[in-house]
């Protein structure tokens, strides 16, 4: 039982750096079997089509981002910190050139299965009210300065990190990133 668990979070490893390195309609599943070294009847046994292998994608990406998420809230107080270590999720793709599997999922959208689409927007959207209730918070205790809604910052701080990504990969220049994260933790101070 265990070495299929084990088979399917290779697979889905193996997936997730795909999909995020050439998109989520740029592979097959002979892709993945090559770079696993399985037949792509193993990949099929675990997720009979590529709509179920995209579903467990952004499932399994979404509970992993809520996890860091929920651990940022367990060590760090400051709304600030927690800004800023939430800015460290999105730099571990930008280390390899590539964007978060979200990112990479939505330049696709069209293409994709209701049930991916679905999921995609549960994870943008508990991303977004993490986002708001820290900036509201860190307003309230004084850490963080803005005008406007919360809400709306929110949206503003993804997507600046979600395009910080795409530029630092069309450039292949890390320091894009980190220049456009400095830049959003300073207009909050």
């Known amino acids: 039982m265990s070495n299929h ?3 399917a979070e290779i697979i889905l490893d193996t997936a997730q750096f795909i999909v995020q390195e050439v998109g989520f309609n740029g592979f097959s599943y002979a892709h993945i079997a090559e ?3 399985i037949r792509t009847a193993s990949i099929h046994y675990h997720f009979p089509n590529k709509e179920d292998l995209g579903e467990a ?3 399994r990406y979404h509970k992993h981002s809520m996890t860091a998420i929920a651990q940022i809230d367990v ?3 400051n709304n600030l910190e927690k800004l800023r270590k939430f ?3 999105f730099d571990g793709p930008v280390q390899d ?3 978060c599997l979200s990112v990479m999922l939505s330049t696709e959208l069209a293409t994709l299965s209701e049930k991916v689409r679905d999921r995609l927007a549960q994870f943008f ?8 209730r820290v900036l509201d918070q860190g307003r309230r205790e004084g850490h963080i300065k803005f005008e406007g809604a919360a809400d709306v910052q929110a949206h503003k701080f993804l997507a600046s990190l979600q395009g910080a990504q795409l530029l630092a990969r069309s450039f292949r220049d890390k320091s894009r990133f980190e220049v456009i994260a400095e830049g959003l933790i300073a207009g909050l101070i």
């Open 75 to 77: 060590e760090t107080q």
């Open 5 to 7: 668990k084990n088979t």
């Open 125 to 132: 959207t508990a991303n977004l009210t993490w986002l708001e």
């Open 97 to 99: 050139y590539c964007t």
């Open 35 to 37: 770079k696993v070294g």
């Open 87 to 89: 800015i460290l999720i």
């Open 57 to 59: 994608l952004i499932t």
